[in-house]
């Protein structure tokens, strides 16, 4: 099977933008979930979702957020970018019935400038 | 989320054993993970250990579990240097029907000639 991607890569935005990041699970998953990885807070639960629907949601601001579509690839959204949001993000997948393994994406790689 | 603790770095001689200790903090968590970070890269799964288990023992990696301390390790015998890298330990956060990862902050492992 092949793994989670993640696109693009990396991605480099200016302040006041918004970005979009993509994410497809391996084959047969619902489950997406997504994080932040910084140098200072390290790796943060930004949001879950399963089957279309956000299950739960990290302690992140409004200006965070995502969607599933019926093929249970994901997408983040990050409006009004801010310099802090320079980050490493990560989707993960799963298959969603229960609490089991989750696998990563290689990461987008955002620079906020 | 509490903190779940990790040393953040460890140096050792290629072909000794290497040993990442973490301290959790959920206690109800089914799992617990170990994942490894290159630079550059996403996270990939080492290991995990059910929360029923003592010790789980996958080819050159050994994990321990004692649940009443809260204390999870990881035992990387004959170390080899493309074994470099961050290493992650992550329990298993559930509410809403959902689970997150909680990790810790990192152990940066460093394997000299």
């Known amino acids: 099977k092949a793994g989670v991607t993640q696109t693009p890569r990396y991605l480099i935005k200016t302040r006041g933008q918004q970005v979009t990041l993509s994410c497809s699970p391996i084959s047969g998953h619902r489950s997406v979930s997504w994080y932040q990885q910084t140098p200072g807070q390290g790796l943060q639960f930004l949001f879950e979702?399963?089957?279309?629907?956000?299950?739960n949601k990290g302690n992140f601001p409004g200006r965070f957020s995502g969607r599933q579509f019926s093929n249970s690839r994901s997408e983040m959204n990050v409006s009004t970018l801010e310099l802090g949001d320079s980050a490493l993000y990560l989707c993960?997948?799963?298959?969603?019935?229960?609490?089991?393994?989750?696998?990563f994406g290689p990461g987008t790689r955002l620079l906020v400038l | 989320g509490e903190d779940v603790e990790q040393s953040l770095f460890l140096s050792v001689r290629e072909g000794d054993s290497s040993v990442i200790n973490c301290t959790y903090t959920?206690?109800?968590?089914?799992?617990l993970y170990w994942y490894k970070q290159e630079p550059g890269a996403g996270l990939q799964l080492l290991t995990y250990?059910?929360?029923?288990?003592d010790m789980k023992q996958d080819q050159r990696l050994t994990v321990l579990l004692n649940k009443k301390d809260k204390h999870l390790s990881l035992r990387i015998a004959d170390t080899q240097t493309g074994d470099s890298a961050i290493y992650f330990c992550a329990e298993t956060i559930s509410w809403n029907s959902g689970y997150a990862l909680n990790f810790g902050k990192g152990t940066s492992l460093l394997v000299t000639p």
């Open positions: 993960a997948s799963r298959s969603g019935v229960a609490e089991e393994t989750q696998y």
């Open positions: 979702y399963f089957s279309e629907t956000q299950r």
């Open positions: 959920d206690s109800s968590s089914t799992y």
């Open positions: 250990i059910f929360s029923n288990m």
